[in-house]
């Protein structure tokens, strides 16, 4: 049997008993435990009338039926289908949704900051300009490609052109920036862009 | 091809070598980590998708990690190859079984895998034999600082590396080490076992099969939780709770020896008769008697075989190892026909070794 949220397999059958009603609900894994994160921070919630804690809690109807159609400015994922799917559509999600997302998270993890690993690009080579950690600029790109496909159904090529040098600038942009921060020097600088356009 | 060369070896995770390799039978980090200029595998486009494994496959090969990748395009293999993989513990079985551009890269040890395309776009995936976690961190961290110099990671200044899923994001780490625990099961702790990991938000889950019913006795113990703490700490989390498992388990067996030594030694001889014997045995019960036989050659019931030989017939007994390793496709019932003749073989060639 799949998840409900996704294509995994469900490795968890909860049967939920409502006011005259059972319902079964089969979820893989992860899915499972964002359930049943939400379902216990509402039950506290309810019991101590606290507004804090999973998605939705606290909120009416109408304020999350507005929520959910918030849409990435990227991707073009709306939050409902965050919810439906339980996948997000593109990296800048976490900055669109940066507010909706914080309590989800907070409940999975119990934490809401970054304390691990991070790329290497941070600590630049002595004397060079450190470089942003976070690959906001780079993101924009996903956008770009989504307007490149609108404006070819508008069989607008001009500006499809356009949006396809703009992408390759920012991605040379970046190149430019992060190599100086290898450790290696590539043996050919400037090999394959990886924008087919 | 290189999986050909594939089936005869025995697999890291099952080579039953490392530090104690009589309980534990491997340990495996992976991380998960995104490409920023593209929208997550779930919702990019069919050119997006192929265009990021296009990109990873081209920037894998300029990066040295850990020596000769083989690259293996999963579209272009057949079902029975990627299942082989899955049983090898190299792609996972959603990976299998999605569609669309996806690709994994292997090295010669069999203990980095990186899958491309899976429900990120890039797993790098690390696995010892063993109890060897921060060997295995080391090393997944060192792939992982290679690909980061000619990749762009999508990286968010608070919520660390990004994700398909919000469960995965911030260190985007798995720790898991895969644990044999029969006595445990047999004393019927296990459960008493799990209700404390859980405690401790650590997750576990059977080799096989769905929920915590797993077939073999063999359970797989990992973290849940991937942001707010460093990679070291989820690390410990798991490799701390490892020893009291092992110390668990191995009371269990000498419990077994000391009290019901006959009906252990009566189990595991039934166990080990069925498998020589047998005419028709479907996966699930060879994988269930073997771990009992293994419990009874590492508790010195049996003597005439080695854990080693048991830890290759857990792999080669599998479906798509049977089935490449005898070189044809077969049904369930052919399967099961054709595994049992497998197994009576092995058992004959070994009693045949010994006089
Ligand atoms: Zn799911
Ligand atoms: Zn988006």
């Known amino acids: 049997m799949r998840c409900q949220q996704c294509d995994k397999q469900a490795m968890f059958h909860i049967t939920e008993l409502e006011t005259g009603d059972v319902r079964e609900i089969h979820l893989c894994e992860d899915h499972a435990r964002v359930y049943l994160n939400q379902a216990e921070a509402n039950g506290e919630a309810a019991e101590g009338g606290s507004s804090s804690g999973a998605l939705g809690v606290g909120q009416t109807a109408e304020e999350l039926s507005e929520l959910d159609q918030k849409v990435c400015d990227m991707c073009g994922i709306t939050f409902f289908e965050f919810r439906n799917q339980g996948r997000l559509g593109c990296p800048h999600d976490y900055v669109q949704f940066e507010q909706e997302l914080e309590p989800l998270i907070a409940n999975i993890h119990g934490a809401v900051e970054h304390v691990g690993k991070r790329p290497q690009r941070a600590a630049p080579a002595p004397g060079a300009e450190p470089l942003p950690t976070a690959t906001e600029s780079l993101t924009s790109v996903i956008g770009l490609r989504k307007a490149i496909r609108e404006a070819i159904e508008h069989e607008d090529y001009e500006q499809a052109g356009t949006l396809r040098d703009e992408i390759q600038q920012r991605l040379d942009a970046w190149r430019a920036a992060a190599e100086p921060a290898r450790k290696v020097s590539p043996e050919q600088p400037g090999t394959a862009a990886g924008e087919s356009g | ?355």
């Open chain 2, 1 to 355: 091809m290189k999986l050909d060369a594939l089936t005869t070896s025995n697999g890291e995770w099952l080579r039953g070598t490392g530090p104690e390799a009589d309980i534990v039978m491997s340990s495996r980090v992976r991380l998960a980590r995104n490409l920023a200029q593209y929208p997550f595998v779930g919702r990019a486009t069919e050119q997006e998708r192929t265009e990021v494994e296009q990109f990873l496959h081209s920037r894998l090969t300029q990066v040295p990690v850990g020596g000769k990748l083989e690259y293996l395009d999963l579209g272009e293999l057949e079902e029975l190859d990627r299942q082989f993989l899955v049983e090898r513990q190299l792609i996972s079985r959603e990976h299998a079984e999605a569609v669309g551009a996806r690709a994994v890269a292997i090295d010669a040890q069999e203990q980095v895998s990186l899958m491309i395309n899976e429900e990120d776009h890039l797993r790098i995936q690390c696995m010892h034999s063993g109890l060897d976690l921060h060997a295995v961190w080391d090393q997944v961290s060192a792939v992982d600082d290679e690909i980061e110099s000619v990749v762009p990671y999508a990286f968010h200044d608070r919520w660390g590396y990004l994700t398909a899923c919000p469960t995965n994001v911030g260190t985007g780490i798995r720790v898991s080490v895969m644990l044999h625990l029969p006595a445990l099961v047999i004393t019927r702790q296990i459960d008493k076992v799990f209700r404390s990991l859980h405690k401790i938000s650590l997750a576990v889950r059977g080799l096989y099969g769905e929920g915590s019913q797993a077939f073999g006795d063999f359970y797989q113990i990992s973290n849940q939780t991937t942001l707010g703490r460093t990679e070291q700490d989820l690390i410990s989390q798991v490799a701390d709770v490892v020893p009291v498992l092992i110390d668990y388990e191995r009371r269990a067996r000498d419990f077994l020896l000391q009290e019901t030594e006959q009906n252990v030694h009566d189990q595991v001889s039934r166990a080990y008769g069925i498998l020589r014997t047998a005419q028709t045995i479907s996966a699930e019960e060879t994988m269930q008697l073997l771990s009992r036989v293994r419990m009874g050659v590492l508790l010195g019931l049996i003597d005439d075989i080695d854990v080693a030989g048991i830890n290759q017939l857990l792999v080669r007994t599998q479906p798509a190892h049977l089935q490449k390793l005898r070189g044809v496709e077969l049904e369930t019932k052919d399967r099961n026909i054709e595994r049992a003749r497998y197994l009576r073989q092995y058992f004959e060639s070994k009693a045949a070794d010994v006089n």
